[in-house]
Structure formats: structure tokens, C-alpha cells
């Protein structure tokens, strides 16, 4: 069975939205320049949907997304209405300090973990089609789900049963530990994408692994993903 890499997306500022793009480097950090930058507040917690010992939740967030025109340089955050705001000259903090009404910066070193636990995250096409036949009415992408990679399955969940097997991807190799629980960002607004309090209710209505939905790991050989790279699970 052949399993292959049918979109990567990489997540500039954590908790913003990202792009989606054709190739990139991967290794034990997650893929080149993903959710290296943060939004920071006074207080030092990190820009987020929720709130918790490390986050502070600042709505609007996932309304805007991010991407990088030179790798080597700071990204720029783009809101709703398509205007660009570059972290390089500050126009970012200025225009997130309107969005979130205090004091924040985008930083790249916060001296927190700006991951969930794992820095590579992967979900099956055929998962995210289990769930949109389980929602009609509610558009279902990878983007509610915030993946690094979305590889083309057969079998709704299949990916679950990688788990603590090394997964080549292309000429990189990971292994996959966890099966992610999800959090109230799944059914946040996006752009072109409506709010929607059904999608938690349902994965978390799994029997199997209730909240689950996608998995995390880490790279272990370090190689360039391009889309349409062979997925080959140990």
C-alpha cells in the first residue's frame, strides 16, 4: 500500500495561521522555520486560543496567518483583510497590540516551548474525510487541525497504527509517539473557515481514543519532505 505527502504546512508565528508550501527541511527541531515565533505578553506567556500556564489567550489569532518571503528573515503576519503587518519593522507588534488591547511582541526566543509537546504533527486524508462525513454542514481542512503533514490514507485512523514505528518520509525518517489530544482550536474561526462547536464534540466522542485525532512525533534522520514523497510506515 502506498502511502504519499499530499500537503505541508509550516506555522511561522505559533497559534497563527500558516502556509501551505511544496518542500522544506525537517529535523529534530520540526520542519525550517516552523513556529519559531511567538506572540509574547507582558507577563510572558505565549499568544494562544486558550489559556493555561503557558498561554494566554488572545482571540482573533488563528483570523490572521503567517509566512515567510525569505526564510532568513522574520516572517510577516497578514490580517483578514489581506493587509501585511512585517515583525522585521514592528508593524506586527503594533498591529497585534490593537488585536489583543495590552502589550504583546512577536518574538522569536520567548524561553518557552512554543510546541504542543511534539514538533512534527501528521493526519490521513481519509481521518480528515471521516470527520467532514460526520459533520455535514461544517467545513473540514487540514487547517483545523494544524498539521505539518497531511499524507493521502485509505482508512479512517490508519496513521494510529504507526505509532512507536520509524515512518519514512521521502529520504527523512520520524517516529511517531502520540496520538494528539485536541483542544477548543479545532472549531475556532479561520479565514474561509466558519466557527463551529461540533467539531471537539465529535472527535472527542471517539470510543476509541476519545480527543484523539492526528499524530505527533519527531524527526530522526534529517532529510528535505517535498509533496508527493512516499510515506513508508516501518
Request: overall charge neutral; some cysteine; glycine content about 10%.
Amino acid at each position: 500500500m502506498t502511502f504519499v505527502v499530499e500537503q505541508i504546512w509550516r506555522y511561522p508565528v505559533k497559534s497563527v495561521g500558516g502556509e501551505q508550501i511544496e518542500s522544506t527541511w525537517a529535523d529534530a527541531d520540526g520542519l525550517h522555520g516552523d513556529r519559531v515565533w511567538a506572540v509574547q505578553d507582558a507577563t510572558g506567556k505565549l499568544g494562544s486560543g486558550k489559556d493555561s500556564k503557558r498561554f494566554a489567550r488572545i482571540f482573533g489569532l488563528l483570523g490572521l496567518t503567517a509566512r515567510y518571503d525569505d526564510l532568513s528573515e522574520p516572517p510577516i503576519v497578514t490580517s483578514g483583510d489581506g493587509s501585511d503587518y512585517p515583525v522585521a519593522t514592528g508593524a506586527a507588534d503594533e498591529f497585534l497590540r490593537q488585536l489583543a488591547g495590552r502589550q504583546v511582541w512577536v518574538r522569536r526566543d520567548t524561553g518557552i516551548m512554543h510546541f504542543d509537546g511534539v514538533p512534527l504533527t501528521l493526519v490521513g486524508t481519509a481521518t480528515l474525510d471521516w470527520l467532514a462525513a460526520q459533520l455535514p454542514g461544517v467545513q473540514v481542512e487540514a487547517r483545523r487541525l494544524r498539521p505539518n503533514l497531511v499524507v493521502r490514507t485509505n482508512e479512517p485512523f490508519e496513521e494510529e497504527a504507526w505509532l512507536d514505528r520509524p515512518v519514512q518520509l521521502g529520504t527523512a525518517e520520524a517516529v511517531f509517539e502520540v496520538i494528539l489530544p485536541r483542544c477548543v482550536m479545532v472549531g475556532m474561526a479561520q479565514p474561509r473557515l466558519a466557527r463551529s462547536n461540533t467539531v471537539l464534540k465529535r472527535i472527542a466522542a471517539r470510543t476509541d481514543n476519545p480527543l484523539g485525532m492526528a499524530i505527533g512525533g519527531q524527526v530522526t534522520k534529517a532529510a528535505t519532505i517535498n509533496v508527493g514523497d512516499p510515506v513508508r510506515p516501518g
